[in-house]
């Protein structure tokens, strides 16, 4: 599977962004898809999640109310919605998905996962 994430940029506080993933090698709507984000010096920290349907997200409590993460099947994209954005999301943020088909339609992001290469998202104070 390949997953190519893009939309990062630089922004200013306050202001917003759209990231895109687009996957390709398998049936992209078998598979629950997410999204991580490592700022320098910093683990890895999860952001978003999504079911194979679209129906189940989850999201980390530092982007509630401000994020929302959304997917086209027919597109095989899987999108990360950023608003209000503020200094700390500074990060590289990358997309994963699974690496086993999802049982149901509801199921999250089980593991383990493949990682994409990521995309620079710098918010400037």
């Known amino acids: 599977v390949q997953l190519q994430a893009s939309g990062g940029g630089l922004v200013q506080a306050g202001g917003s962004l759209r990231l895109s993933c687009a996957a390709s090698?398998?049936?992209?709507?078998?598979?629950?898809m997410g999204w991580f984000r490592q700022a320098p010096g910093k683990e890895r920290e999860f952001v978003a999640q999504?079911?194979?349907?679209?129906?189940?997200?989850a999201l980390a409590d530092s982007v509630k109310g401000r994020f929302t993460i959304s997917r086209d099947n027919a597109k095989n994209t899987v999108y990360l919605q950023m608003n209000s954005l503020k200094p700390e999301d500074t990060a590289v943020y990358h997309c994963?998905?699974?690496?086993?088909?999802?049982?149901?339609?509801?199921?999250?992001?089980?593991?383990?996962?493949?990682w994409g290469q990521g995309t620079q998202v710098t918010v400037s104070s």
């Open positions: 090698g398998r049936t992209f709507s078998n598979y629950a």
């Open positions: 994963v998905t699974d690496a086993r088909p999802s049982s149901t339609a509801t199921m999250l992001l089980q593991g383990p996962m493949y």
């Open positions: 999504i079911s194979r349907s679209g129906g189940t997200t």
